[in-house]
């Protein structure tokens, strides 16, 4: 009551609301500073903050002394100078010393504490000033009303300083303000409220003081510096942001995407160009305010949004699904594609990107083409080499397989030589279709490795036998040097590291005339390293540079001494890429050559267990009789002859139904079944074998696919068909008979 009467009674409301404004003012333009000087850096920032201290403290000064001026008693007041000049250098020292601690040290505690000293500077700088007045009156004082004065100014210091990080935006300033005004007022009056003035008409009035028209002249100066101060912020503030945004507006038009910004009330604030001119072709003239419901109208209206063509993605039917999810595409009516994002600010609005993605579409669609052409072209050229491996080796499966018969006929000399002419030329034809069957494996990525548990030892031992004679006939060395470390068991394909390894030394013995060939592994970790060294031609740089591609050879002119087609280091080079290495060499000209690739072979810590040894068969109540189905006469002779010749009785079927129709009605021990024939493949023949066997429960009987399809999908087709095995043409008689007896024993076990 007392401080409500002290307002209302003894103050002039009308100055005590120019002080409250000159205090908000002032308090607002403070903060802004202050904020200013926290983005700010080195010497700036400090020139920001000194001046937050001189707008602080002169505001709350002059907001005081017209408070001062505002107050009303029955005695003369004026004021000593000195005191009233003291009580400035206080309050701007003292605001300013408040505003800096923050900056200086960006904690909480820190921000606490410097607005507790702002907020006591200005409980400083009023009792101060009240101890400047001059008057004929002792000054009395309540001390509770003192002690109240600085908790409510420290306080409210306190509070404007705690929120001050709290808010953000444009109005950063406001809270902090109001708070700090809040404290300041509630200061002020509860001080005055504090004091007492006891009539002494004994007291002499000093003759060195200011009057009151004196304190109103230096109030209203200061009034005056802290509203053009004040003014100058908003001036800056608006020249800022009329920068900023001229500034953005730029960047956002260099932006080829068209960018528009509404408001949590989704209404059109900011945009860029290119989204006007993507308007513009809806026919809606954009400005400021536009609601994004009636945008999303005018482009619906226009075509936008329209349904995908057949085999076209991103359409929609309705237009709403395509605003509102974060990323989808859609087509307008001229053709065009444009991708539509959409993203969330902080403050509720959003940010929406249109983007031209007509080009990216056609690119798409034009790779897809040319992948589906290119798929075709692989299919086709596959289709391809597959047909021309079973017409190549249709026909000479015929010439192998009766030269391989005539072998063991009586043959003069000189017969003997031209089979084996024949044999020899046969092989290197069969060796040249399979290295164009695995390059074209290797290139289509169908080209697998099949790990397996091997000894290193043995592969080489294999390689070494495979080619011992050949380097014998020209009386050439074959060495193998296997170090013991490299002994052990590994995981590795065998195949692939045996056709790597025989390439490698059958290139090494053609070229070689005189010396030895040396086949070197060895071990270091984890890694195995394979050379192969001979003493031949060599070659130079440039032939290197090439020597690894297809079609290549080291002499490639009309009197060229050495064969072959450059297939061989082409396969063996993408094999060593395929099994994780990389092939090298290193050669001169009449010194050699050296071949060599690492691989990582770690060591298996299991032994592989021995093979068991099988059983031998029980003999035999009939002898063995086997069906031979096949559509080409020539191979059916070749088969038969193979047969004859060991004894084994057989007859034939020249498609797969006359097969089936045989093994329901003979007594067939094992079948040789022919994949490719007309009324009914092999497959489909031994599907219904294997169908007939099951529901007669009668024993299985091996059947053996011997075709010229030898691809590794033809080898899982037939077993997944039933066939027990997969036997490529062209073949010889040791082959096929070892696995028949390997076959018809294993069904003789499984009987017993």
């Known amino acids: 009551m007392a401080v409500l009467t002290c307002i209302f009674v003894q103050h002039d409301l009308r100055l005590v609301a120019v002080a409250a404004l000159?205090?908000?003012?002032?308090?607002?333009?403070?903060?802004?500073?202050?904020?200013?000087?926290?983005?700010?850096?080195?010497?700036?920032?400090?020139?920001?903050?000194?001046?937050?201290?001189?707008?602080?403290?002169?505001?709350?000064?002059a907001t005081h002394f017209l408070a001062m001026l505002a107050y009303q008693p029955t005695l003369r007041i004026a004021y000593d100078l000195a005191g009233t000049a003291a009580s400035l250098l206080a309050a701007v020292l003292g605001m300013g010393l408040g505003f800096a601690l923050p900056v200086w040290r960006r904690d909480r505690g820190t921000a606490l504490?410097?607005?507790?000293?702002?907020?006591?500077?200005?409980?400083?700088?009023?009792?101060?000033?009240?101890?400047?007045?001059?008057?004929?009156?002792?000054?009395?004082?309540?001390?509770?009303?003192?002690?109240?004065?600085?908790?409510?100014?420290?306080?409210?210091?306190?509070?404007?300083?705690?929120?001050?990080?709290?808010?953000?935006?444009?109005?950063?300033?406001?809270?902090?303000?109001?708070?700090?005004?809040?404290?300041?007022?509630?200061?002020?009056?509860?001080?005055?409220?504090?004091?007492?003035?006891?009539?002494?008409?004994?007291?002499?009035?000093?003759?060195?003081?200011?009057?009151?028209?004196?304190?109103?002249?230096?109030?209203?100066?200061?009034?005056?510096?802290?509203?053009?101060?004040?003014?100058?912020?908003?001036?800056?503030e608006r020249l800022g942001q009329h920068n900023t945004f001229a500034s953005l507006r730029h960047a956002l038009n260099a932006v080829p995407a068209g960018l528009a910004f509404f408001d949590p009330s989704e209404r059109l604030r900011v945009w860029n160009e290119a989204y006007a001119a993507l308007l513009t072709d809806c026919g809606i003239e954009v400005e400021t305010g536009l609601q994004r419901r009636s945008l999303l109208d005018a482009a619906?209206?226009?075509?936008?949004?329209?349904?995908?063509?057949?085999?076209?993605?991103?359409?929609?039917?309705?237009?709403?699904?395509?605003?509102?999810?974060?990323?989808?595409?859609?087509?307008?009516?001229?053709?065009?594609?444009?991708?539509?994002?959409?993203?969330?600010?902080?403050?509720?609005?959003?940010?929406?990107?249109?983007t031209d993605v007509t080009e990216q579409k056609q690119s798409a669609t034009a790779m897809a083409a040319a992948r589906d052409a290119a798929e075709a072209a692989n299919r086709a050229k596959s289709e391809f080499l597959a047909n021309m491996s079973h017409e190549i080796r249709t026909p000479l499966n015929g010439v192998l397989g009766i030269a391989d018969v005539l072998t063991g006929t009586r043959l003069s000399a000189r017969q003997r030589e031209l089979v084996g002419v024949i044999q020899q030329s046969g092989s290197l034809l069969n060796g040249l279709l399979s290295d164009l069957l695995d390059l074209a494996r290797v290139e289509a990525g169908v080209a697998e490795l099949r790990p397996e548990p091997v000894q290193l030892r043995e592969v080489v031992d294999s390689v070494r036998a495979l080619f011992a004679g050949a380097a014998h006939e020209k009386g050439l060395a074959l060495l193998a040097a296997v170090e013991p470390a490299a002994e052990g068991l590994v995981d590795c394909d065998p195949q692939r590291l045996r056709q790597v390894l025989g390439n490698l030394v059958s290139n090494a013995i053609k070229f070689t005339e005189t010396g030895e060939i040396v086949l070197i592994v060895a071990r270091t970790g984890d890694r195995v390293r394979f050379e192969?060294?001979?003493?031949?031609?060599?070659?130079?740089?440039?032939?290197?540079?090439?020597?690894?591609?297809?079609?290549?050879?080291?002499?490639?002119?009309?009197?060229?001494?050495?064969?072959?087609?450059?297939?061989?280091?082409?396969?063996?080079?993408?094999?060593?890429?395929?099994?994780?290495?990389?092939?090298?060499?290193?050669?001169?000209?009449?010194?050699?050559?050296?071949?060599?690739?690492?691989?990582?072979?770690?060591?298996?810590?299991?032994?592989?267990?021995?093979?068991?040894?099988?059983?031998?068969?029980?003999?035999?109540?009939?002898?063995?009789?086997?069906?031979?189905?096949?559509?080409?006469?020539?191979?059916?002779?070749?088969?038969?002859?193979?047969?004859?010749?060991?004894?084994?009785?057989?007859?034939?079927?020249?498609?797969?139904?006359?097969?089936?129709?045989?093994?329901?009605?003979?007594?067939?021990?094992?079948?040789?079944m022919d994949i490719q024939m007309p009324v009914m493949d092999g497959l489909e023949a031994t599907r219904r074998i294997r169908a007939w066997e099951r529901a007669t429960r009668r024993q299985r009987s091996p059947i053996l696919i011997v075709s010229a399809n030898c691809l590794k999908e033809h080898v899982e087709a037939g077993r997944a068909a039933g066939a027990d095995g997969h036997l490529n043409k062209p073949i010889s008689a040791a082959e096929l008979v070892t696995a028949l007896e390997t076959h018809m024993s294993a069904a003789q076990r499984a009987a017993a």
């Open 22 to 61: 000159i205090c908000v003012i002032a308090s607002s333009t403070a903060f802004g500073f202050h904020l200013r000087g926290l983005k700010a850096q080195g010497g700036l920032r400090w020139a920001w903050l000194g001046l937050t201290g001189l707008v602080a403290g002169s505001g709350v000064w």
């Open 113 to 236: 504490v410097g607005g507790a000293l702002t907020g006591a500077s200005v409980a400083v700088m009023h009792y101060m000033g009240i101890d400047a007045i001059r008057t004929q009156a002792e000054v009395l004082w309540d001390p509770r009303f003192v002690v109240a004065s600085v908790l409510i100014g420290a306080t409210g210091g306190m509070a404007a300083f705690s929120v001050r990080d709290r808010v953000k935006g444009a109005w950063a300033w406001a809270p902090p303000a109001g708070l700090l005004v809040l404290g300041i007022v509630g200061l002020h009056f509860t001080a005055m409220t504090a004091v007492t003035l006891v009539p002494d008409p004994t007291l002499a009035m000093p003759a060195q003081v200011m009057e009151r028209g004196g304190l109103a002249l230096a109030t209203g100066a200061l009034a005056t510096f802290i509203l053009t101060a004040a003014a100058s912020l908003m001036f800056m």
């Open 300 to 354: 619906t209206a226009a075509g936008w949004f329209g349904r995908a063509e057949d085999g076209e993605a991103g359409g929609a039917a309705e237009p709403e699904a395509n605003a509102q999810i974060g990323v989808c595409e859609f087509r307008l009516a001229d053709g065009r594609w444009l991708r539509h994002e959409a993203f969330r600010t902080d403050d509720g609005g959003e940010v929406m990107v249109l």
């Open 532 to 672: 192969v060294r001979d003493s031949g031609v060599g070659f130079d740089a440039a032939l290197k540079a090439t020597i690894f591609q297809r079609f290549r050879q080291g002499d490639s002119s009309a009197t060229r001494k050495h064969g072959g087609v450059g297939l061989g280091l082409a396969l063996c080079d993408e094999y060593v890429r395929l099994m994780g290495g990389e092939l090298s060499c290193d050669s001169r000209p009449g010194e050699g050559s050296v071949f060599r690739f690492t691989l990582d072979l770690p060591l298996r810590d299991a032994p592989i267990a021995p093979a068991a040894v099988p059983a031998p068969a029980p003999p035999s109540a009939r002898p063995c009789k086997v069906l031979v189905v096949d559509d080409n006469p020539v191979n059916r002779q070749v088969l038969e002859l193979i047969l004859g010749a060991v004894g084994i009785d057989h007859a034939s079927a020249q498609d797969g139904r006359d097969g089936v129709e045989a093994m329901q009605t003979g007594e067939f021990d094992a079948v040789l």
